[in-house]
């Protein structure tokens, strides 16, 4: 089993628009709602892959019963959320048919009192003993420790529980003392994150700071990896117009699954980098175009840019 983690759950809504423009109206076409935040993505993405996958985080009031009531309709995907006392953020989304460029909106999430976070963290504990990989996603709602993750990821260490870590800023930099297993920011987070404007210094500095491993998304540009054993870059063979904003969560539930599997790099960027690409064609995270993806699979290109680096 899977067990993704998302603190900070949200309904997620996603509007389409002909083209973008700011201080004006806009006329709405489709509209989606539904369960999200970064773990639910992540999980929903595996469940559809044939995946056993664990649900876990925090909801709260009549916005987090809606975000229940749609993971019910998830096949495969067993829901442990954890009830807090605030309400549940919601986030928008507005994709722009013109140039398939998203623009996000994101609320704080509810306030977590010490109690909620002790009892999520029991929780956490006998959950992880079940799993084979956690993935930890996303931003933290106001009132968790800034080490959160740090404290999850070390307790899945002492169960012998791998660890997939996507999220940025003071949470991201407070993890690595931790030693996560793979970490998976995109190209602008690692820049806040180490300074660097080079995206292989970005990640060997992540490195030496106690990451494993690090995973740099680019967007149409493909995945960049620092790994024990070397530095590989993954690209696709064409860019997708669409909704780019689950894509991340795709790659994270490859590199989940290529965990799981004990895969080696390779394999597990291609399979990365055809799943973020078959995410892009669908109008809502969480999904994945099952033609592309199968196209892509066979058609990523992999390059080894040098050897193994000291760490």
Known sequence: MILTVTLNAAL????????LRPRTSHRVGAVH????????????VLAGEGRAVTVTGLVGGPTGALIREDLRGV????????????ESRQTVTVVSGDD?????????GPQVGPAEWRAFTD???????????VALCGSLPPGLPSDAYARLISRAARSGVPSVLDTSGAPLLDALDARPDVVKPN??????????DDAVAGAERLRALGARAVVVSSGPGGLLAVTPDGRRRAVPPERLAGNPTGAGDACVAALAAGLADGAPWGDVLREAVA??????ACPAAGDVDSAAYERFRTTVTVEDLHAPQPH
């Open 12 to 19: 997620d809504v996603t509007y389409g628009v002909d083209s």
């Open 33 to 44: 709602r539904r369960a999200g935040g970064k773990g639910v993505n992540v999980a929903r």
């Open 75 to 86: 096949p495969g995907l067993r829901d442990e959320l954890v009830p807090v006392s605030g």
């Open 100 to 108: 398939g460029d998203a623009t996000v909106f994101n609320e704080r």
């Open 123 to 133: 929780r956490f504990a006998e959950l992880v003993r079940e799993s084979s990989v």
């Open 187 to 196: 190209a602008a987070e690692l820049a806040a994150a180490t300074g660097c």
């Open 275 to 280: 799943l973020s690409a078959a995410a892009v």
